[in-house]
């Protein structure tokens, strides 16, 4: 198999040639057939996050066809199409993985981060934690359902149900969101970086009613907001753009410091949480309801061997929606 590695933090990854690795016991062996850029493999190759062991293949928004099964694997066949996640391994054991909080366990595997991912031709995965994914619709297209989506999704539905929403950052995620949200029948404002005329316009032809700079307040105040943006001084302009009891939903891994803030912002029961990981259940449940909302993924291909163009295109804000590595 041949696969971009990150081998020093910082550092281009590098197109390598491995050993075709074979699945162990319960995993599954996937051929890659496209794979999503998100915004966390910038914070991995950035040596944002903690316990970072190189190498390390990244890439959790892989879609692909089973090649391989290991024993045990039950329910999977060879030839299947599935979806690999950011969230590959829990230990099932400890208190939130029995608590149906299994996105925060205490021992888990993330794809691309601490288990090799889908910067790659192929890529093992362990198969409880892939999603069949059917027929329908193309590897590209489905491939940022799988991060940006799921994600988004598990984010959209700890803002609550308000009508108002905000989106602050209009990328891979929240391209997505914004579908989920108007099919839900709320009414979308979007926050890019100030005077992205680009990326406003963007927002209004996936259904936003608003779109402005971050630096802007909504015509009204919003019920709830997400902030998919790494930025944290979006924190307290958020909180100030919502109504009372209100929710702001920080939905990012990695986010600059969060400056302080008079306690009048969070007053009157406003909220603030962070959205952390997925579980399965978040994937099955946004899988069911995609075909439903006709989610379009904006999408722009590299070839695998471009993975680097397309972290640093990411960096740049140079395209709309979602980068897909194709092999
Ligand atoms: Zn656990
Ligand atoms: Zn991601």
Sequence with gaps: MRAMVLKKIGAPLEWTELADPMPGPGEIRVKVAACGVCRTDLHVVDGELPDLKLPIIPGHEIVGRIDAIGPGVKGLSVGQRVGVPWLGHTCGACDYCVGGHENLCDRPLFTGYTRNGGYATATIADARFTFPLGEEGGDV???????????????????????????????AAAHIVAQVARWQGRTVFAFTRPGDVTTQTFARSLGAAWAGGSDEMPPEPLDAAIIFATVGDLVPIALTAVCRGGRVVCAGIHMSDIPSFPYRLLWEERQLVSVANLTRQDGINFLKIAPQVGIVTETTSYPLDQANQALADLRAGRFEGAAVLVP
């Design 141 to 171: 297209a489905l491939a940022p359902l799988l991060c940006a989506g799921l994600i988004g999704w598990r984010s959209l539905t700890i803002a609550g149900d308000g009508q108002r929403l905000g989106l602050y950052g209009f990328g």
